[in-house]
């Protein structure tokens, strides 16, 4: 895999196993979702390292990316303080993008001080989606976010790159997943298949 970067786009050359190659082109900055089909865990690993440059991309992982003995709150300012982005409107950021995800600011002061360990799929996801938002990335990677939550919540995991648009309408979204799951409805620009 090569990768080319360029301001308005990232340019990669794809080899799969049979050495067949595929260019991928993502265009930055204009608001574009990509859908990224990949067979298997080596692949959306490998597709992941190639792509992965935070704070300029982050992802919402299948378990949210949390550590699980640091509690909610001290998991979204880790990040945002390791890479200078700590402000004094991050506490106020946090409020108002869960309070988009539908909790109160009294249920999601109560959710901040839980330990990853206990909280459900979902709210795993809920947390790292928002702790990957306050990084204001312009890449932002939804890797196989649909997978095993229940069907209640379905459409809220869907409306997060929603929520997120509100503050960044022009950043790109990857939607990462699988071929057995390669059905799943997103409303993409663009598919590639790994």
Known sequence: MNKVTQKDQWEFTWRDRNNR????????DRGYRYKVIAHSEEDKAKFLDLLLRPPETAIVS????????????ENLLLP???????????G???????ELCGLSEIETQEFLT????????YQRRLAGF???ALMN???????????????????????????????SPAH???????????????????????
Request: charged share 20%; no cysteine; net charge negative.
């Open 21 to 28: 190659s595929t260019r991928l082109l993502f265009e930055l």
């Open 62 to 73: 299948q378990d949210g990316g949390l550590l699980n003995n640091i509690s909610i709150d």
């Open 80 to 90: 945002v303080s390791y890479h200078g982005l700590l402000t004094e409107s991050t």
């Open 92 to 98: 106020r950021h946090i409020v108002e993008l869960f």
């Open 114 to 121: 839980q330990l990853p360990i206990k909280l459900s799929t």
């Open 130 to 132: 928002v702790r990957s």
């Open 137 to 167: 990335p312009r890449v932002m990677v939804y890797d196989s976010i649909l997978e095993g939550v229940f069907k209640a919540e379905i459409e809220q995991v869907r409306r997060f790159d929603d929520f997120y648009r509100r503050y």
């Open 172 to 194: 790109t979204a990857i939607y990462l997943d699988y071929d057995t799951h390669s059905n799943t409805h997103t409303n993409a620009n663009q598919t590639f298949i790994l």
